[in-house]
């Protein structure tokens, strides 16, 4: 079974960076069939997947294009977690975001089967 | 406004059938990419909600454990969830999911609350 453990601070400073930590139990990181996403949920924005990160013979990073000027997802391999770094936030960041595996070989088939508790983030000073 | 498009809310009694739509685009249901569906049930805690939960993948698959009271179906450039059978622990919010290639990303729907009368 696999589960995701999410952590970060709930509360940052508007233009600074926002940083949440996602560790994983019953698979691993460096994967090859898996990717490791984040996503978020606000009232305004809905569901919005961020990006992720996988390992095919290297690693390789994925982001949506709302956010990809200023994010960053970098893994971890002997602590078996990843990490997402969004940068310059504003209260337009603030959010429920989740961490969750992403299954499928191709994007038509990429559904997210699990999915850490969630960590509100709220962007304020 | 979400690139998949889901009515706000649905009802209906215990016991009877309700549907979920989700409306694309030829960019994504209508270019052949599969849907996903996702509940995610009430909030447990103040200003925090359950982490959604995959309950359909690939159009009309049912993960482990789901009841086949869940079925899904794909036609075109849209999508639908069915709930046969209505049970009082179906109340919660339903999203689409899927593919969009001009956006390169994966997308969600609106979201559909289902309340059980």
């Known amino acids: 079974q696999v589960q995701m453990q999410q952590s970060g601070p709930g509360l940052v400073q508007p233009s600074q960076t926002l940083s949440l930590t996602c560790a994983i139990s019953g698979d691993s990181v460096s994967s090859k069939s898996a990717a490791w996403n984040w996503i978020r949920q606000s009232p305004w924005r809905g569901l919005e997947w961020l990006g992720r990160?996988?390992?095919?013979?290297?690693?390789?990073?994925e982001y949506a294009v709302s956010v990809k000027s200023r994010i960053t997802i970098n893994s971890d391999t002997s602590r078996n977690q990843f990490s997402l770094q969004l940068n310059s936030v504003t209260p337009e960041d603030t959010a429920v975001y989740y961490c969750?595996?992403?299954?499928?070989?191709?994007?038509?088939?990429?559904?997210?089967?699990?999915w850490g508790q969630g960590s509100l983030v709220t962007v304020s000073s | 406004q979400s690139v998949l498009t889901q009515p706000p809310s649905v009802s209906g009694a215990p016991g009877q059938r309700v549907t979920i739509s989700c409306t694309g685009s030829?960019?994504?249901?209508?270019?052949?990419?599969?849907v996903h569906w996702y509940q995610q049930l009430p909030r447990t805690a103040p200003k925090l909600r359950t982490a959604?939960?995959?309950?359909?993948?690939?159009?009309?698959n049912r993960p482990s454990g789901v009841p086949d009271r869940f079925s899904g179906s794909k036609s075109g450039t849209s999508a639908s969830l069915a709930i046969t059978g209505l049970q009082a622990e179906d109340e919660a919010d339903y999203y689409c999911q899927s593919f969009d290639s001009s956006l390169d990303a994966w997308v969600f729907g609106g979201g559909t609350k289902v309340t059980v009368l």
């Open positions: 990160t996988f390992y095919r013979s290297k690693w390789h990073n």
């Open positions: 959604p939960k995959l309950l359909i993948y690939d159009n009309n």
């Open positions: 030829s960019s994504n249901i209508g270019a052949s990419y599969n």
């Open positions: 969750a595996r992403g299954m499928g070989n191709t994007p038509g088939s990429y559904n997210f089967d699990y």
